[in-house]
């Protein structure tokens, strides 16, 4: 049973940072591509980055670029999500998915997490 557990979150002023941990069981990590999405508060669920199986090449949305990171570390079987500069409009659950591509299609990602929720006060 594959098992995806997020941690990290929590409350942050404007401008500040956090770091998100996404471990996962049940599954040869190291061989899927995985991904982060966010879900604000009423909306869907929307891609944020994604990154390979080796952690070689890295996928983000627009609104985050140059403002978030995604690694991973294959020997501990965690993704991780680097937040900085946050913005009150970064309000909202984040969760980390397993997939076989690298796309933003929520379709195309087959294990979720629970998800951590992250609060930006303005």
């Known amino acids: 049973q594959v098992q995806l557990v997020e941690s990290g979150g929590g409350l942050v002023q404007a401008g500040g940072s956090l770091r998100l941990s996404c471990a996962v069981s049940?599954?040869?990590?190291?061989?899927?591509?995985m991904g982060w999405f966010h879900q604000a508060p009423g909306k869907e669920r929307e891609f944020v980055a994604a990154?390979?199986?080796?952690?070689?090449?890295?996928y983000y949305t627009d609104s985050v670029k140059g403002r978030f990171t995604i690694s991973r570390d294959n020997a501990k079987s965690t993704l991780y999500l680097q937040m900085n500069s946050l913005k009150p409009e970064d309000t909202g659950v984040y969760i980390c998915?397993?997939?076989?591509?690298?796309?933003?299609?929520?379709?195309?990602?087959?294990?979720w997490g629970q998800g951590t929720q992250v609060t930006v006060s303005s």
């Open positions: 990154i390979s199986w080796r952690g070689d090449k890295t």
């Open positions: 049940g599954r040869t990590f190291s061989s899927y591509a």
């Open positions: 998915a397993i997939t076989i591509g690298m796309g933003d299609d929520p379709d195309d990602y087959n294990y």
